[in-house]
């Protein structure tokens, strides 16, 4: 076995033709196999068919059909996002064009902490980031994994810029890795404010922040994990500005809502906050990663400000070389960029607007379908594109077994969700090809494994 060819160079696209056309039709054998949106069995069949095809994963001897028996195997065992009947998580099916541009992006490799490794993609990035933070009024923008990278580095932003006494004061609602992110950075333990109705209740909030010494960091949500839900932003913004509070938003998940002509004003507000987290592989079906936190004093930036010579030397940037180690906390980094800069040229404003009314009216038709149900009981009309909703009369542990009894079948992935001190399904609806025979078909599973 000779050495093997590269990805990129002269002969690079010579040598990655036949291989992926090996991966593109694993991929479709693979899925062909599962035949729906999770492989039946459950964990313990899936990993045994997993080792069964891994086998020796480093033998003595390479095996040259590798790549086609792995594929296969992985599109076999996994979870399609991309299937109608997969709507467990904020998860998006990526889109073709967005898929495309990652593998250029895996071919060429660059990494963005240093000019030198990422000229284009350096360009590129700062183009696309200053971008989006004008979507939510902010004046920069960095590119993170996701919304808990982004909420991490948001509350590491304030304390650097409010000392270490800072407190983190969140919505009950609010994603797990903002008290998390408090923890790990030593900060004082947060407060978190009650959230009655699913959202950050803004007279507690009030509460909270005479009660609590300062400064404060609040933390709002714009689409909550569980419901969907959005905080009401203007009269949090109004309560912070009122008590000199720094304000972040998550808008991990609510934040595509900026594209839609429709949905836009649900975001009211956004501009008012210091930091917001942004998640382009949930409402801007990107393959993951695809996270950005955008900032509005570019000051703030100052905290990530690091030196290593072999990467940012002085005299390199007082030459004019860009200084990419402030713009994240990782040192090597992919250009993550490139998927998202692809999809927005290619489908506009418009074109991006109209798939997040596609799942958003899809939520409303299946809310619908739900509450018009004997059988059934609908939590509340959908906020963004989440239902909850749940076998009529059925207790907390049937909701669960028929959660599992679906997910070890592979008929239909749905989440579940804690609200009203219930238990519900939850079915995170973000595939625009879905149609109105999928949502049925997804209530006659839940009721046909139902126990009566």
Wanted: charged content about 20%; hydrophobic content about 45%; glycine content about 8%.
């Amino acid at each position: 076995m000779g050495i093997p060819p590269l990805a990129s160079g002269p002969h690079g696209t010579d040598a990655l033709r036949p291989l992926i056309d090996t991966v593109l039709d694993a991929l479709r054998t693979g899925t062909t196999a599962r035949g729906g949106p999770l492989p039946a069995g459950g964990p313990d069949a899936v990993a045994a068919r997993m080792a069964d095809a891994a086998g020796d994963i480093l033998p003595d001897r390479g095996d040259p059909d590798a790549l086609r028996v792995l594929v296969t195997a992985l599109a076999e065992g996994a979870a399609d996002p991309a299937h109608p009947l997969c709507t467990a998580h904020l998860h998006a099916p990526p889109l073709a064009v967005a898929a495309a541009a990652d593998l250029a992006a895996s071919i060429l490799n660059p990494s963005l902490d240093s000019w030198d490794q990422a000229p284009a993609a350096t360009a590129l990035e700062t183009l696309v980031t200053r971008a989006l933070a004008r979507e939510t009024g902010a004046a920069d923008a960095l590119v993170t994994t996701g919304g808990t990278e982004s909420n991490q580095l948001a509350v590491l932003l304030a304390r650097e810029r409010h000392g270490a006494g800072l407190r983190l004061v969140h919505g009950e609602n609010a994603h797990h890795s903002l008290p998390r992110a408090a923890r790990l950075l030593g900060l004082p333990d947060p407060v978190a404010v009650p959230a009655p109705a699913g959202t950050l209740d803004p007279a507690a909030l009030d509460e909270a922040l005479t009660r609590v010494p300062g400064p404060h960091l609040v933390a709002a949500t714009a689409g909550t994990t569980d419901a969907g839900l959005i905080d009401p932003l203007p009269d949090i913004a109004g309560r912070c500005a009122a008590h000199a509070a720094r304000l972040h938003i998550d808008a991990s998940y609510g934040g595509g809502l900026l594209f839609s002509d429709r949905h836009r004003a649900r975001l009211t507000g956004l501009e008012t906050a210091d930091t917001v987290a942004l998640d382009l592989h949930k409402l801007g079906w990107q393959p993951i990663p695809a996270g950005l936190l955008t900032v509005t004093d570019q000051d703030d930036l100052a905290a990530l400000h690091h030196r290593a010579p072999y990467l940012n030397a002085d005299d390199d940037t007082d030459a004019g070389l860009p200084d990419l180690l402030h713009r994240s906390p990782r040192t090597s980094r992919r250009p993550d960029i490139l998927k998202a800069a692809v999809t927005l040229k290619t489908l506009g404003r418009t074109g991006l607007g109209a798939l997040v009314d596609q799942v958003c009216t899809l939520a409303q038709d299946f809310a619908r379908l739900v509450d018009t149900h004997p059988g059934f009981q609908l939590h509340a009309p959908p906020t963004i594109s989440t239902v909850l909703f749940r076998p009529a009369d059925a207790t907390d542990e049937a909701v669960a077994a028929v959660r599992r009894a679906l997910l070890t079948t592979g008929r239909a992935v749905l989440g579940r969700a804690r609200a009203d001190g219930r238990l519900w399904l939850k079915a995170t609806l973000l595939n625009p090809h879905t149609r109105p025979d999928d949502l049925t078909a997804l209530l006659t599973l839940v009721e046909g494994h139902t126990p009566r």
